[in-house]
């Protein structure tokens, strides 16, 4: 599907503290808070860690971490994983299962940079707590991740998502899903210039630079969808961090 990049409205929701280890002193990274509207909002730091800070934890993980490219099942066929991944954490947490596939889950203590990583995120995001992490890795542009929601229950029905970037900068969309109400009467019903300002209102994009961290909170899951699309243009690596809190007893959410 065709998706047009969009100037992404933010409101600069003050300074924030970015977590560098080494360079406290340059610590006024701006974040950009997009309300997506009930209940759901981005949070978006460009600078969250220093760029050299960044390049050590990228050539860390892309010599260190165990990748695979597990095959997975989707809309019923199986497929190659379009891009390597890793599952980090804590222990005694139910099983994560996506899309037909059991990842391994290794520990914080088994890459300890990680622990450094997750550390930093946690001082960024007061009150946050994260004990999983999912790593992927983008081999050049062909390797993406399609339209998704991370919703799976044992996420519950809120979560913080926070997602780190290391080298090669890619895009990252965001799209509202269709709404339960009748849409195609609605749209009969509305002149055309209000149906493009919803509807760009219903879509967003963001660069994802290295060293950047996006955080999806509230209803994001529930009412959106993102995606990271192919540019087969680009050849270099990326590396995305996806910290994200399992609950130990979804059942008792529902
Ligand atoms: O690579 C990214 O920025 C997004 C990855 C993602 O959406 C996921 O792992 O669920
Ligand atoms: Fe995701």
């Given at each position: ?7 992404v409205?933010?409101t ?27 209940g ?38 199986s ?28 520990s914080?203590?088994?890459h ?61 969309f ?38 950047s ?42």
């Amino acid at each position: 599907m065709s998706l047009r990049k969009l100037k992404v409205s933010v409101t600069v929701g003050g300074e924030a503290t970015n977590p560098s280890p080494n360079n406290e002193s340059e610590n006024k990274a701006k974040r950009q808070t997009v309300v997506l509207g009930n209940g759901s909002e981005v949070v978006f730091i460009p600078r969250f860690v220093s760029f050299d800070q960044a390049w050590t934890w990228f050539d860390y993980l892309h010599t260190h971490i165990p990748w695979t490219r597990p095959t997975i099942r989707v809309f019923g066929r199986s497929c190659l994983q379009p891009r390597d991944t890793c599952y980090v954490a804590s222990p005694g947490l139910p099983q994560l299962v996506y899309s037909g596939y059991q990842p391994h889950a290794y520990s914080w203590d088994d890459h300890p940079p990680l622990k450094q990583i997750l550390e930093a995120v946690h001082k960024a995001l007061p009150g946050s707590s994260f004990n999983s992490l999912i790593l992927n890795r983008y081999k050049g542009g062909h390797d993406h991740v399609g339209w998704h929601s991370d919703d799976e229950k044992l996420y519950g029905s809120t979560p913080e998502i926070a997602s780190l970037s290391l080298g090669c900068e890619r895009e990252f969309f965001l799209k509202k899903k269709p709404s339960k109400t009748c849409q195609e009467s609605r749209d009969d019903q509305e002149p055309k210039s209000k149906r493009l300002k919803r509807n760009h209102a219903d879509q967003h994009s963001f660069t994802l630079k290295h060293g950047s961290l996006l955080v999806m909170r509230g209803y994001t899951q529930r009412d959106w969808m993102h995606s990271v699309p192919k540019r087969t243009k680009v050849e270099a690596t990326r590396i995305n961090l996806t910290f994200r809190w399992v609950l130990q007893d979804p059942g008792a959410m529902s």
